[in-house]
T-cell receptor, first 112, second 116 residues
Framework: KQEVTQIPAALSVPEGENLVLNCSFT??????LQWFRQDPGKGLTSLLL?????REQTSGRLNASLDKSSGRSTLYIAASQPGDSATYLC???????????FGQGTTLQVKP | NAGVTQTPKFQVLKTGQSMTLQCAQD?????MSWYRQDPGMGLRLIHY???????DQGEVPNGYNVSRSTTEDFPLRLLSAAPSQTSVYFC???????????????FGPGTRLTVL
């Protein structure tokens, strides 16, 4: 059974710092991996999608990497800003079941 | 495109009442799904549909019904609401058919449901 784990559960950093959020998954049979952002009381916004054949994707200050063989992905946020404060969720699309499996999320606070 | 829309945004029910949460998407996506999000439990799949006329159960289907008569709409029905169904409900969709980028999941803004 696919399981997705995100570490750390919470993170607090000063503004301007570069940071890395981690996501690991137990079954390498995935179609893709998607990173989402969720603000308090809001829905999920897709940040980056990495197909299983890709190694990384970039969007602005965000860079996501995927190492399927080791079951790991990282989300790198450069020059963090208070507006980056949110919960970040990692999800894998299982190649066996076609279902999207979520991690528990990392809650990020960027202090001015 | 409006993307994935959900109504209502908020709802309060009494135990035993029934209601339907509405979900619609205008992206012509084949796959639609319903999740519930609870503190400490993350997002859990309730029901999903791979196309019009086809639905299947997810991880936590008990107490919920779905139907998919059109590509655009995927309503979630609570048959007899219970306090354990107090949650935030999200509808999602993705393209799975031929052509174009596949399998990027898009979410609606959610419905916050309280059952007293």
């Amino acid at each position: 059974k696919q399981e997705v784990t995100q570490i750390p559960a919470a993170l607090s950093v000063p503004e301007g710092e570069n940071l890395v959020l981690n996501c690991s998954f137990t079954d390498s049979a995935i179609y893709n991996l998607q990173w989402f952002r969720q603000d308090p009381g809001k829905g999920l916004t897709s940040l980056l999608l990495i197909q299983s054949s890709q190694r990384e994707q970039t969007s602005g200050r965000l860079n996501a990497s995927l190492d399927k063989s080791s079951g790991r992905s990282t989300l790198y946020i450069a020059a963090s800003q208070p507006g980056d404060s949110a919960t970040y969720l990692c999800a894998v699309l299982s190649g066996n079941t076609g279902k999207l499996i979520f991690g528990q999320g990392t809650t990020l606070q960027v202090k001015p | 495109n409006a993307g994935v829309t959900q109504t209502p945004k908020f709802q309060v029910l009494k135990t035993g009442q029934s209601m339907t949460l509405q979900c619609a998407q205008d992206m012509n996506h084949e796959y639609m799904s319903w999740y519930r999000q609870d503190p400490g439990m993350g997002l859990r799949l309730i029901h999903y549909s791979v196309g019009a006329g086809i639905t299947d159960q997810g991880e936590v289907p008990n107490g919920y019904n779905v139907s998919r008569s059109t590509t655009e709409d995927f309503p979630l029905r609570l048959l007899s609401a219970a306090p354990s169904q107090t949650s935030v409900y999200f509808c999602a969709s993705r393209h799975t058919g031929a052509g174009g980028p596949k399998n990027e999941q898009f979410f609606g803004p959610g419905t916050r449901l309280t059952v007293l």
